[in-house]
């Protein structure tokens, strides 16, 4: 790293220098970053938990067992980016730089695990049993699982997307808006691609480092097999995404203005 991009880095962090500006000084109250809004998502993930283990004491079985250890995987790419922003807006020197490219990998090969919960409501379906003859929205279990199911997946959306968020404010700080623009695109397209490496392949986002050509030839196969749905899939999961993030960022664009 230079020092030119070195000295552009940190030039926010001058209090008498013109690279402070007023919308970098309102950047540490960033709703991405509020306390309310970390213990929302707390609350919710709770609450989510607590669902789950009311349908198992109820169903005497294991169901949902498997979301305690999801829903943990959703927080680690927010507690990284947190990290990342926190270092970078406070503790920013040529040894901290260097350690978010590390940082920044670690963040990307665990994001998918976000986005990933919205495919968890599948399991509304899978863990219900309709009587055959009788209309299933009728039983009050279907709308347990899916109530449950549902809230995982907008915990886990709005976990992908605060995240890219304030990924996104540190690239701002660094490089040009169409730069930053493609570069969140190109985010997003592996984390959808990432979520269906994870529900379709059952490949963890530690086996990249461990089993990378494996991965790499399951995709392949998937790709070129009959009635692939491969492109679908990721698609639909990547203009989720998009939609969640504009949504989002135009919340919180419009909370920084109030």
């Given at each position: 790293?230079?020092n030119?991009?070195f000295?552009t880095?940190?030039?926010?962090?001058?209090?008498?220098?013109?690279?402070?500006?007023?919308?970098?000084m309102k950047?540490n109250?960033?709703?991405?970053?509020?306390?309310?809004?970390?213990?929302?998502l707390?609350v919710v993930?709770l609450?989510?938990?607590?669902?789950?283990?009311?349908l198992?004491?109820?169903?005497?079985?294991?169901m949902?067992?498997?979301?305690?250890?999801?829903?943990?995987l959703?927080?680690?790419?927010?507690?990284?980016?947190?990290?990342?922003?926190?270092?970078?807006?406070?503790?920013?020197?040529?040894m901290?730089?260097?350690?978010?490219?590390?940082?920044?990998a670690?963040?990307?090969?665990f994001l998918?695990?976000?986005?990933?919960?919205f495919t968890?409501?599948?399991?509304?379906?899978?863990?219900?049993?309709?009587?055959?003859?009788?209309?299933?929205?009728?039983?009050?279990?279907f709308?347990y699982?899916?109530?449950?199911?549902?809230?995982v997946?907008?915990?886990?959306?709005?976990?992908?997307?605060?995240?890219?968020?304030?990924i996104?404010v540190?690239?701002?700080?660094l490089?040009?808006?169409?730069?930053?623009?493609?570069?969140?695109?190109?985010?997003?397209?592996?984390?959808?691609?990432g979520?269906?490496?994870?529900?379709f392949?059952r490949?963890?986002?530690w086996?990249?480092?461990?089993r990378?050509?494996q991965?790499v030839?399951?995709?392949?196969?998937?790709?070129?097999?009959?009635?692939?749905?491969?492109?679908?899939?990721v698609?639909?999961?990547?203009?989720?995404?998009?939609f969640a993030?504009?949504?989002?960022?135009?919340?919180?664009?419009?909370?920084?203005?109030e």
């Amino acid at each position: 790293m230079d020092n030119h991009m070195f000295k552009t880095a940190t030039m926010h962090f001058n209090p008498q220098g013109k690279g402070m500006g007023s919308n970098e000084m309102k950047d540490n109250k960033h709703p991405v970053q509020d306390f309310r809004f970390i213990l929302t998502l707390l609350v919710v993930t709770l609450c989510c938990l607590g669902v789950a283990m009311y349908l198992r004491i109820k169903s005497d079985t294991n169901m949902y067992q498997f979301l305690t250890w999801d829903m943990f995987l959703a927080w680690v790419p927010y507690i990284i980016s947190s990290c990342i922003r926190y270092i970078f807006n406070k503790k920013l020197t040529k040894m901290s730089l260097i350690w978010m490219i590390p940082m920044s990998a670690v963040w990307l090969f665990f994001l998918p695990n976000s986005a990933y919960l919205f495919t968890e409501i599948l399991h509304s379906f899978r863990y219900f049993n309709a009587q055959e003859g009788t209309q299933f929205w009728i039983n009050i279990d279907f709308w347990y699982n899916l109530t449950l199911t549902f809230a995982v997946a907008i915990l886990g959306l709005l976990l992908s997307t605060c995240s890219i968020i304030q990924i996104h404010v540190v690239l701002n700080k660094l490089f040009s808006k169409y730069i930053n623009m493609m570069v969140i695109g190109v985010i997003l397209m592996l984390s959808s691609l990432g979520v269906y490496i994870g529900r379709f392949n059952r490949w963890n986002s530690w086996d990249v480092l461990s089993r990378p050509w494996q991965i790499v030839v399951d995709i392949m196969q998937d790709l070129f097999a009959r009635n692939s749905m491969v492109i679908e899939f990721v698609a639909i999961v990547f203009l989720i995404q998009i939609f969640a993030y504009v949504i989002v960022s135009l919340l919180t664009a419009r909370s920084s203005k109030e």
